[in-house]
């Protein structure tokens, strides 16, 4: 396939075939992008595939902690479309949780940090040639649990809370060429967003939705959208930042009954 017109951006979406990084995925094609996706999960890339014309989509099936991978990838996106103008590093187990912190073996620790932390270093890595070409921008996601957490949840917390600091230190470093900033989400539903074995339809009770000052909880596309801002011309002053994406959940103050 010959490279993309200059005017048709292109965007790497890790982890994109599932959840946060699918409701990105859909968003950036049906605005004009083309999108190329990394994903460890072989059956939600091939569903992508399918739901997606190959001029639009690129699924590569691979994981973000495997050097080797992270450097195919890349080749196979450089030989698709030739530049990159947007990476998000959204990949990484959505599963907070680690149980008590005594018994946190050094396997499951890594389980967090490789594949957040560890794999938006290597992707970045990687992509900061292509990126430079066209000012181009990194987006980490990161989550409210790096600002506050519930009870065992330190991996999936100092994973997060890693990428807080990786991007301003990035955004540091690579400017002026490329701007880094991060996204911290807070609940967000995304059981229609996974693969057809694991979708199931949204049930919130009320006291779901008046947890957050909004009054719902959030979707996919809350995300996308700042994505597809951060991304374009209109937010080339706004770099080295994070913003929670909550419905303003962390905002309010709750009392245990």
Known sequence: MSPSSSDTRVALITGGAQGIGRGITDYLIARGWRVAIMDIDDDAVQEMRERHDEAQLLAITASVSDEAAVNEAFEQLEGWQGRLDLLVNNAGPADPYCGPLESLSLERWHHWLDNHLTGAFLCSRAAIPLL???????????????LQSEPESEGYAASKGGLLALTHAMATSLGPDIRVNAICPGWIETGEHQKAADREAPSHSDTD????????????????ALVAFLAGPEAGFITGQHFPVDGGMTRKMIYAE
Do not use: E, F, L
């Not at 000012?135 to 980490?140: K, M, R, V, Y």
């Not at 957050?212 to 809350?222: I, Q, Y």
């Open 132 to 146: 430079r070409q066209h000012q181009g921008s990194i987006i980490h996601m990161a989550s409210t649990r790096a």
């Open 209 to 224: 939705r008046q947890q957050h000052p909004v009054g719902r909880v959030g979707h996919p596309d809350d995300i996308a």
